[in-house]
């Protein structure tokens, strides 16, 4: 039936391919997916219609979905400049948010358009699938934060000298502050994971067998960089009177902590 | 200068587990004076033991722990120790994984004062 349907759009289209058919046809060649084809009936026919606002939402929804985000933006917010109650392009301005993550002008813009429109099924649906989406998205937050505050709870320097990273430089967890009190977890998370890497060269080139920790030194501080397990790399920061041995004691124990908390995320 | 020097890094091999003692050229990785038992590369060494170097400065910097002095590389059948000599040199020894760091490090730092 569906193709029943987009064969009816077609031959209407090629019986008069200057008609307003082609929007129909682009954006059921959009919904299945056949961006190319859609691509080329979208702009031949926006050569006849140059001003037509349908064949620009259309055209805009096509471009979203090849993923050229800044085009489609930048066809919607004409169409609003021209219409600032244009249901199409609140709608897709809405959805193309949501795709960036900006959930609050996301649901602004989705709003918006319910108010132009209360009855468009299609703008309740993407109402509804943004305010879940931006829920979760709270909730990720929440989470992150949450992880950062008790993971590593109840050890000395938790909240400003722990972090656990994963083997390509992403933050698992934990916080890690300079001397000053600058955040630095994630520039950290990323280093260490190429110190970790390094570590493991020289360690298997050297004959030393696997890597099992490597203490830094350094003038403001002592780093202590070890694998809880092989998929996560942990970093313990204390300022220099913290003697080596006892870094090294407090990473252990942190590291117990982390394969812990790493069993509870795979559960 | 050299004969103390040589001197120190003999000393350095002395130590309990310590299989070769080296003086290192930071930015390249190249041998500048080395005293290893048979058998050790040491341009292997010194080359991936600047590397580790250069790897652990640029972590430690983005930490906000500064410029690192000793570095020391444990591994399960080995270790491996870096200290910085000043000037863009590396002094470096490796050994087993019983090799005494806090001794080996004393001896480092003697090692540099000989260098000077």
Do not use: C
Not at chain 2, 22 to 37: K, R, S, T
Not at chain 2, 63 to 73: D, E, I, K, S, V
Request: hydrophobic content about 50%; cysteine-free; glycine content about 10%.
């Amino acid at each position: 039936m569906m193709i029943d349907e987009l064969t009816s759009l077609v031959d209407e289209y090629l019986r008069s391919p200057r008609s307003l058919a082609f929007v129909d046809l682009a954006e059921r060649l959009r919904t299945e997916g056949r961006l190319e084809a859609a691509v080329r009936v979208a702009l031949t026919g926006l050569e006849h219609y140059p001003t037509l606002s349908a064949a620009y939402d259309v055209y805009a929804r096509i471009l979203l979905d090849i993923g050229d985000l800044d085009r489609a933006e930048t066809i919607w917010r004409e169409l609003l400049e021209r219409d600032r109650r244009h249901v199409g392009a609140l709608t897709g301005l809405g959805g193309l948010y949501a795709r960036k993550g900006d959930y609050d002008s996301a649901l602004d813009h989705l709003e918006r358009a319910l108010s132009v429109d209360p009855a468009d099924p299609a703008v309740v649906q993407a109402l509804m699938r943004v305010r879940r989406a931006a829920e979760d998205a709270e909730g990720d937050a929440t989470s992150a934060q949450a992880s950062e505050q008790t993971l590593f709870r109840g050890l000395d320097g938790a909240g400003r000298g722990m972090l656990l990273a994963d083997r390509h430089g992403q933050m698992l967890g934990g916080r890690l502050e300079t001397p000053a009190g600058d955040e630095v977890s994630e520039p950290a998370a990323a280093h260490v994971a190429s110190v970790a890497r390094e570590a493991t060269r020289t360690a298997d080139m050297l004959g030393l067998g696997p890597w099992l920790w490597l203490t830094i030194e350094a003038a403001a501080a002592n780093l202590h960089l070890s694998a809880p397990d092989d998929q996560s790399l942990l970093l313990v920061v204390r300022d220099r009177s913290m003697p080596a041995g006892r870094l090294a004691r407090l990473a252990e124990r942190a590291a117990e902590t982390a394969r812990g908390w790493l069993g509870e995320q795979i559960l | 200068m050299i004969a103390p020097l040589a001197e120190a890094l003999d000393r350095m091999t002395r130590v309990g587990g310590v299989w070769g003692a080296l003086l290192v050229a930071a930015d390249d990785g190249l041998v500048i004076a080395e005293a290893v038992m048979e058998g050790i590369k040491p341009a292997a060494i010194a080359a991936l033991a600047a590397s580790l170097a250069r790897q652990s400065g640029i972590a430690s910097e983005a930490a906000g722990a500064g410029t690192p002095r000793f570095l020391h590389l444990q591994g399960a059948a080995g270790t491996l120790a870096v200290m910085s000599a000043g000037d863009g040199l590396l002094l470096v020894a490796v050994g087993s994984d019983e090799m005494n760091v806090g001794l080996a490090r004393l001896e480092m730092l003697r090692a540099i004062e000989a260098a000077e």
